[in-house]
């Protein structure tokens, strides 16, 4: 399971463990796509046939989702990084305009 955050993954991944017969099993992580490829590869070396799963969401309910979890979660960047006087967690409209600011990704 490639796992994006905020799109229902933990809770395929518990309900696959209910439902993988023993014996089967699979991987999963926070990745990027090549650590994650590397894993696939690992696993198919032992002959079970390594394969990609991921869960998408709809864009706007997933930054909705993300943005919430930001301001809200215990371990979310408003509690870790929200320096007196910054803008970026007041509203969804200046958390997005922080990500937007860049002209590139360099």
Known sequence: LMHISKCGGSSLRGNLMDAIPPGDGFFTAEDCYHHMKQQAQNY????????FVTML??????????FYHCISAPGGLK???DPPGDTTFD???SWL???TAFDSLE
Do not use: L
């Open 44 to 51: 198919d070396s032992f002959g079970g046939g390594g394969r």
């Open 57 to 66: 969401r709809e864009p706007r309910s997933h930054v909705q989702s993300m």
């Open 79 to 81: 509690r870790r990084i």
């Open 91 to 93: 509203n969804i409209t």
């Open 97 to 99: 305009r922080h990500f």
